[in-house]
């Protein structure tokens, strides 16, 4: 008996490396991920709810008080009318990916926080700020592609006034247990013009203009737009649930 366990040990190891030396053994098939047309720079994938494409405003409406978006509507953009308000989608959302081009006007007016102001809020609550942030300082956790007040762009990557820019974020909402206490925060990862401006960055709770963070528990929620009285445009903007 003493004799015959180094022989299993011996057999064992062999065993071992074998079924290490086969490659299929470490391949997986299912699920396999289903197609997806990726389209091209003007035209969303195959899987995406469009919510802009330049046709009318359907998939919106004005967050204060009942009725319909009025941003104005030309070719394929629209703009913000300052004094229309913010607008949301009608849809709620949770974890998606979200494709957005915006453009700050040619002319500038204002400086600092006051120069081509808006911003994209996730479920209502979590802003990736838009901001003429081109040769145009303001505090660094309030320029463009900023979580405002929470998180600065690891770069500025910004383009002149009046030129188009993209945004591609993806957003996972934070969980909140059945008695209204946060388990696990959000988190943003943006792409300004295919540049990482945030890296699965931790959202803190709300986003405030003064105080702190607040992390009350919620659901879904709407994509909003801000009216912050500046006319910023926007155009094919598109959603992909996750
Ligand atoms: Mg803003």
Redesign the pocket.
Known sequence: MKKALPIIILLAIANFLNAQTNPKDTEVWEPEPRVVDPGTSANPPSDAIVLFNGNDLEEWELVYGKGEAKWEIEGNIMTVVPGNGDIKTKRKFGDIQLHLEWRTPVEIEGEG?GRG???VFLQMRY?V???DSYQNRTYSNGQAGAI?KQHIPLVNACKAPGEWQTYDIIFISPRFNKDGIRVSPGRLTVLQNGILIQNYSEIKGTVEFIGQPKNIAHGNDSIKL?D?GNPVSFRNIWVREL
């Open positions: 926080q102001n808006s911003g802003e700020q838009i901001l405002y801000q912050h």
